[in-house]
């Protein structure tokens, strides 16, 4: 795990990864549910109702991005996860429950649905064929450990004002996507045609 012996492109993905998941937990973890519960009162079966449709704007967009021919998959990755980043970060601020239920739902509609399956196109293609599943296993793991910090870091933000850590969650999101301005692809990743859906 801290063998950096990485193509730089995967370890660009990576720190990206980090600061990605340290970001999505603030919104993500145990403070997705308390959000809408203090912050505007809603009931548990109108959170019930924003978790359902949660799930359903992830699913969708990866069931039909692949059918896309995309090219510049550094600038779709990129645009993502900015686009990730801003909803996130918008639904703390508006002030009707479903008004900022709806404008977060996009934040997998027009985000992760898109970035997702770039990345794991990204992952495969610059991991070595010897490594390959050391190699993606390490990226993703690098993640993984960035996702502890983030609900640690909600409930103190939380104890400060309640739209606080999505806000947060919105910022740290939008910061990911710097590295990956320095990702250099090679023509054959860069014009990919159906990006690998996330497993």
Not at 74 to 102: C, D, E, N, R
Not at 113 to 118: A, D, T
Not at 150 to 164: D, F, H, K, M, S
Not at 167 to 194: D, M, Q, Y
Request: with cysteine; charged share 10%.
């Amino acid at each position: 795990l801290i063998s950096f012996d990485l193509h730089p492109n995967l370890l660009l993905i990576a720190l990206s990864g980090i600061i990605f998941a340290i970001g999505l937990q603030l919104s993500h973890s145990f403070y997705m549910l308390l959000f809408f519960t203090e912050h505007f009162g809603a009931t548990p079966a109108q959170v019930s109702v924003i978790m359902v449709i949660h799930r359903f704007t992830l699913a969708l967009p990866l069931l039909i991005v692949s059918q896309f021919k995309l090219t510049n998959l550094k600038a779709w990755y990129i645009a993502g996860l900015v686009a990730q980043g801003t909803v996130i970060a918008a639904s703390a601020l508006l002030p009707w429950l479903w008004v900022s239920a709806g404008v977060w739902l996009l934040h997998d509609l027009i985000g992760a649905g898109i970035w997702l399956p770039i990345q794991s196109t990204l992952i495969q293609q610059y991991s070595r064929d010897e490594t390959r599943g050391l190699e993606v296993g390490k990226v993703l793991a690098w993640g993984g450990i960035g996702s502890v910090a983030g609900p640690l870091a909600a409930g103190y933000l939380a104890n400060a004002a309640t739209t606080l850590p999505f806000l947060a969650s919105g910022l740290l999101v939008l910061l990911s996507a710097v590295p990956l301005c320095w990702l250099k692809l090679a023509p054959a990743a860069e014009a990919a045609k159906e990006p690998a859906a996330a497993g």
